[in-house]
């Protein structure tokens, strides 16, 4: 449960003190990630519902290596279709991913804590295993849909001759690109709101226990 907690304080440093992500520190937690994968396979382990979210926020860095290998094969993989710009917005993709959904996964576990800390009795029907895969499984699908947006959009710099017999594609992708663009403008306040959510709730959590 120590290496656990300490994985957790790395992973806030990581996606909600430091500014932006660090070489080092994302290969750092890829191999803390897949150290405590492993750690959650022991049969001592808790499969309490921290646990679920701890073991999505490992599974996340998965996105991590997808990056690397996407940088890797790169310049291998060459077409007039897959364009350096569908590369290019295919591994910052995969990085964003990997930040949001982590972000948002630490965030459910400070509410968690929060909820154990204030609520114990009140909230102990939410704080459940099922709720908490329920939970992580929005997130998922939640972010890899804002990723197929940004992904949709690089198609933007591409020949409209691709498209021009395929009308209801053309409209299809018009919708996207607006859907992106407003996606796009409240992603940096919801990241805001979510540092400032995690500060408030160990702020209270602190000084309840500091008596």
Known sequence: MKDLRRYLTFKYIQYLVLPSPNIIVTLLGLFASVYVTL???LPFVSRKSTAVFISNIAQADIFVGCSIFSAMIQDVIKSEILSYSVQSTLRQNFQIANVHISSLLLSCVSLEAFLITFLPVETR??????????????IWIAIIIECFLYQVECFKHLSISYFDTHRHVLLLLNYCYGATKLLKSVVYPIGLLLRIFNVYLFYKMYFRVLP
Do not use: D, E, G
Request: net charge positive; hydrophobic share 45%.
């Open 39 to 41: 750690i959650l396979t």
């Open 125 to 138: 029907h939410i704080r459940t295993v099922r709720c908490a895969k329920v939970a992580s499984k929005v």
